[in-house]
């Protein structure tokens, strides 16, 4: 997905039935997760731990609704 620096971040795909991928990019602590929709949202001052947490998860779906979709303000993207 195309960020505001034109940059496409490379995502990651994960075993869920809800998420389809999860990318980072550390330098702006930007998280970005595809539902399995095809909607893209990005999370930003997602710390590194939190982002490594959620891709060691057993459960990718309950840490992404427990963890970040809660604690974090998305935007669509």
Avoid at 13 to 29: A, T
Avoid at 30 to 51: D, I, M, R
Wanted: net charge negative.
């Amino acid at each position: 997905m195309e960020r505001e620096t034109g940059e496409v971040m490379e995502r990651k795909r994960v075993n869920s039935s809800k998420i389809r991928s999860v990318g980072y990019d550390e330098n702006s602590q930007t998280l970005e997760v595809e539902l399995s929709n095809e909607q893209v949202y990005q999370y930003v001052k997602v710390y590194p731990e939190v982002y490594r947490q959620f891709m060691a998860a057993p459960n990718p779906t309950t840490f992404y609704d427990d963890k970040i979709a809660e604690d974090y303000t998305g935007r669509r993207v």
